[in-house]
């Protein structure tokens, strides 16, 4: 009989709490970007995220993406409702009856959970300074009971999941199961609910930088955890998943800075942590993947796209994604993965086919843009149908009333103020 590996069983906690420091970062980053009179509502909603996945992934959210016996292609079970058993087979395992674990496999539901809490908390930015409180809670509780275990499932359920197993697309930190669908949603939600009263005549300006840099330090010291700990143990694989991911990470920051050298005239703080972010979102799905010349290709690439689609796309279409949660993290996210499919070591892959660089097969390439396309139709339909439902359950409006937007959502949603010695509407 063997005993777990201490190693192993640490590694994994420090990256799940890597994780879970993520969700505040994203707070503040979302609370610097926002006007003044909404940064409690902003942080609020992310906060609110932590608070509702805590209780549906420990209720049925691990069952429902990692429960069952993997030959489902969409869902996973309902055998670990409640988590029912898992404190028992921790038991077992901690007197060396857990077969070939190295770590209590309880960890896993924590990290994983880490992972549907800074997804669903990414959404709101998209609806921030005018949508309901209540209607963003009930959206909210629904998608993580629903959607992002079974998307989770399909990537990541084994042989049989749809997407991971029998389209065979790589994805291993969530490009597809993080980015691509919080930013999607974040998209879907914000038509639904419609622009902020002023959009395109009024300047929206973040209203603190200092606390967009230090929610963008937060996220980035945390993506650490998120893309190493992808690995599941503290080895080569985890090490070169956490190079890259520095790598790419500072490749969008020089990428975004050049990019606005060029169209602004000047390099902005602002713009530099989103290049930051950009650079981490691409290179989540190939983090385990790909070599660092790679990543630093990756980080170079994201951020001049993402930043055509925040200021001429966002502007040529006219939806009012306020924090551009759709620019950075779909956008962002569509480019990872089909970059994945390019740059991807064989060796690494874990499918029978390796990148276009070095095979010259595009059948990779082929499984992530399917993959990809698979995504965005199920999330986009299904955001659609409960965006739908969820207005119809408050009186046909996701939005607050003109006026409470107009006094400002810490306000008139919370009865209180980030700063209340400010008097004014902004």
């Given at each position: 009989?063997?005993?777990?590996?201490?190693?192993?069983?640490?590694?994994?906690?420090?990256?799940?709490?890597?994780?879970?420091?993520?969700?505040?970062?994203?707070?503040?980053?979302?609370?610097?970007?926002?006007?003044?009179?909404?940064?409690?509502?902003?942080?609020?909603?992310?906060?609110?995220?932590?608070?509702?996945?805590?209780?549906?992934?420990?209720?049925?959210?691990?069952?429902?993406?990692?429960?069952?016996?993997?030959?489902?292609?969409?869902?996973?079970?309902?055998?670990?409702?409640?988590?029912?058993?898992?404190?028992?087979?921790?038991?077992?395992?901690?007197?060396?009856?857990?077969?070939?674990?190295?770590?209590?496999?309880?960890?896993?539901?924590?990290?994983?959970?880490?992972?549907?809490?800074?997804?669903?908390?990414?959404?709101?930015?998209?609806?921030?300074?005018?949508?309901?409180?209540?209607?963003?809670?009930?959206?909210l509780t629904v998608w993580t009971i629903v959607m992002y275990p079974v998307l989770a499932?399909?990537?990541?359920?084994?042989?049989?999941?749809?997407?991971?197993?029998?389209?065979?697309?790589?994805?291993?930190?969530?490009?597809?199961?993080?980015?691509?669908?919080?930013?999607?949603?974040?998209?879907?939600?914000?038509?639904?609910?419609?622009?902020?009263?002023?959009?395109?005549?009024?300047?929206?300006?973040?209203?603190?930088?200092?606390?967009?840099?230090?929610?963008?330090?937060?996220?980035?010291?945390?993506?650490?955890?998120?893309?190493?700990?992808?690995?599941?143990?503290?080895?080569?694989?985890?090490?070169?998943?956490?190079?890259?991911?520095?790598?790419?990470s500072g490749a969008g920051v020089v990428s975004w800075m050049l990019v606005e050298r060029?169209?602004?005239?000047?390099?902005?703080?602002?713009?530099?942590?989103?290049?930051?972010?950009?650079?981490?979102?691409?290179?989540?799905?190939?983090?385990?993947?790909?070599?660092?010349?790679?990543?630093?290709?990756?980080?170079?690439?994201?951020?001049?796209?993402?930043?055509?689609?925040?200021?001429?796309?966002?502007?040529?279409?006219?939806?009012?994604?306020?924090?551009?949660?759709?620019?950075?993290?779909?956008?962002?996210?569509?480019?990872?993965?089909?970059?994945?499919?390019?740059?991807?070591?064989?060796?690494?892959?874990?499918?029978?086919?390796?990148?276009?660089?070095?095979?010259?097969?595009?059948?990779?390439?082929?499984?992530?843009?399917?993959?990809?396309?698979?995504?965005?139709?199920?999330?986009?339909?299904?955001?659609?149908?409960?965006?739908?439902?969820?207005?119809?359950?408050?009186?046909?409006s996701l939005r607050v009333s003109a006026e409470a937007e107009a006094q400002g959502l810490?306000?008139?949603?919370?009865?209180?103020?980030?700063?209340?010695?400010?008097?004014?509407?902004?």
């Amino acid at each position: 009989m063997m005993t777990l590996d201490s190693g192993a069983t640490g590694f994994m906690m420090v990256c799940s709490m890597l994780v879970l420091l993520m969700t505040p970062g994203l707070a503040f980053f979302y609370g610097g970007l926002s006007r003044r009179k909404n940064v409690g509502n902003t942080m609020m909603m992310v906060f609110a995220a932590i608070g509702i996945v805590a209780v549906t992934w420990t209720v049925c959210g691990w069952s429902f993406a990692y429960g069952g016996n993997g030959s489902n292609p969409v869902f996973g079970g309902f055998d670990q409702l409640l988590l029912l058993g898992n404190t028992q087979s921790m038991l077992a395992e901690a007197d060396a009856a857990g077969g070939d674990a190295v770590y209590p496999a309880i960890t896993d539901v924590v990290f994983q959970m880490a992972f549907c809490m800074i997804t669903t908390a990414i959404i709101t930015g998209g609806v921030a300074g005018r949508m309901k409180f209540g209607a963003v809670v009930a959206f909210l509780t629904v998608w993580t009971i629903v959607m992002y275990p079974v998307l989770a499932h399909m990537v990541w359920g084994g042989e049989g999941s749809l997407i991971g197993g029998m389209i065979g697309a790589l994805d291993f930190a969530g490009g597809d199961v993080v980015h691509i669908s919080s930013g999607l949603t974040a998209l879907v939600l914000c038509v639904l609910v419609g622009r902020r009263h002023g959009f395109g005549v009024i300047g929206y300006r973040p209203h603190n930088v200092p606390f967009v840099a230090l929610g963008a330090a937060l996220l980035w010291f945390g993506w650490f955890g998120f893309n190493a700990g992808s690995e599941f143990a503290p080895d080569g694989v985890a090490v070169l998943a956490l190079v890259n991911t520095v790598a790419a990470s500072g490749a969008g920051v020089v990428s975004w800075m050049l990019v606005e050298r060029v169209v602004v005239k000047r390099p902005t703080l602002v713009g530099a942590c989103t290049g930051l972010v950009a650079g981490l979102v691409v290179i989540t799905p190939a983090a385990g993947f790909v070599e660092p010349w790679a990543a630093i290709v990756m980080g170079l690439v994201v951020s001049p796209v993402c930043y055509w689609a925040i200021s001429v796309a966002k502007k040529a279409i006219g939806y009012d994604d306020a924090l551009d949660a759709f620019g950075c993290h779909c956008v962002g996210g569509i480019v990872g993965g089909v970059l994945t499919g390019v740059f991807c070591v064989p060796e690494l892959s874990w499918t029978d086919f390796g990148g276009l660089v070095y095979t010259g097969d595009f059948h990779l390439l082929g499984a992530q843009v399917l993959g990809i396309v698979v995504t965005i139709v199920f999330v986009g339909v299904f955001d659609i149908v409960l965006g739908l439902v969820v207005k119809a359950c408050f009186k046909g409006s996701l939005r607050v009333s003109a006026e409470a937007e107009a006094q400002g959502l810490d306000v008139a949603e919370h009865g209180e103020s980030a700063y209340p010695a400010y008097v004014g509407l902004d």
